[in-house]
């Protein structure tokens, strides 16, 4: 059974469509990545879905539309979207007693638990205000979790961090919902962390789903970019490697879907006559490719 099932999600704002017809199912334990340019619809869905815009179509979970029963959806769904609403002029821990009257039994024992995963242990008695940015994010997602929730929506986690918090926030994401199960879905202009936490990404465009790409197989794989003189001799190329490699053609261009090792071995094997090389995330050449397209 899926966790999160979305079908015809659809929101006007004054006259404006900002989502139509999105249809999408999240199977439990699955982590999901809405990626698109900005005002594509990435952090209307996730809205949508979290209850803070009413809007048109169906949202289940776990088999029954949310609108008959909203209170167990909002016990078992962790949202931290846009801007958190955590109080500055109190310390960390009266945060966590604060909402932990909402949470019920566990969790405050559950909140001193991710405190010490988080690093945030030494700081219970610092007042939010004093926090960093990369503190205060993860003390949004310690409130956030301390509930265990089934369902994470995250909206720009690591947007505005530096790269050694980004990174902290990441990887404890992809630990906290491994360890628990945890359904995901998350919006992030970073396609790189798409492919970090993810098993697969969302394409949105202009308030539709245009696509949707598997990331859980991909490992270590980048997108190659192979610049040859004409395109003829990108064809040659793409014939040579056709059936032994992830390839495709775009006029001079040739993409190789590879790893390092399948890397070394196209060339060995291949031996493309090419006047350019790039590399790149393997999301990022085909979010690139399928937006060029009109996908």
């Known amino acids: ?15 404006r469509q900002v989502l139509s017809g999105v249809d999408f199912a999240l199977e439990r334990g699955e982590a999901a990545g809405l990626v698109g340019i900005n005002g594509a619809g990435k952090s209307s869905v996730l809205k949508c879905v979290a209850g803070l815009w009413r809007a048109r ?13 909203y209170v167990a959806f909002a016990r078992n769904t962790g949202a931290l979207i846009e ?27 559950e909140a001193a638990r991710l405190a010490d995963l988080l690093g945030l242990a030494q700081a219970k008695e610092k007042k939010l205000r004093a926090f960093s940015s990369g503190m205060k994010q993860k003390a949004c997602l310690l409130i956030v979790l301390m509930k265990r929730p089934s369902l994470l929506l995250l909206d720009e986690p690591t947007s505005m961090l530096d790269p050694k918090s980004a990174a902290e926030i990441r990887s404890f994401i992809g630990h906290i919902r491994r360890e628990r199960g945890i359904s995901l879905l998350i919006a992030s202009h970073n396609l790189a962390e798409i492919e970090d936490i993810c098993d697969c990404a969302l394409l949105i465009d202009g308030g539709r789903l245009t696509g949707k790409i598997r990331l859980h197989a991909r490992g270590t794989v ?14 040659e190329a793409y014939r040579a ?3 032994r490699y992830a390839v495709q053609t ?6 190789l879907y590879a790893d390092a090792q399948q890397m ?3 060339l060995q094997k291949c031996k493309p006559d090419f006047l350019d090389l790039s590399a790149g995330s393997g ?6 490719e399928q937006r060029g397209k009109g996908i």
């Open 264 to 266: 070394q071995d196209f």
């Open 241 to 243: 490697a056709e059936g």
């Open 1 to 15: 059974m899926s966790s999160l099932s979305v079908r015809g999600l659809s929101k006007t704002i004054r006259g």
């Open 83 to 109: 801007y958190p609403a955590l109080f500055p002029q109190m310390t960390l821990w009266e945060n966590v007693l604060y909402f932990a009257d909402f949470y019920g039994d566990g969790a405050v024992e």
């Open 57 to 69: 179509g169906e949202i289940l979970f776990e088999g029954k539309p949310v609108r008959e029963d």
């Open 250 to 255: 775009e006029g001079r261009c040739l993409v």
């Open 222 to 235: 980048k997108a190659f970019r192979f610049t040859f003189q004409t395109a003829a001799k990108a064809e």
């Open 283 to 288: 999301l990022e050449m085909q979010f690139t």
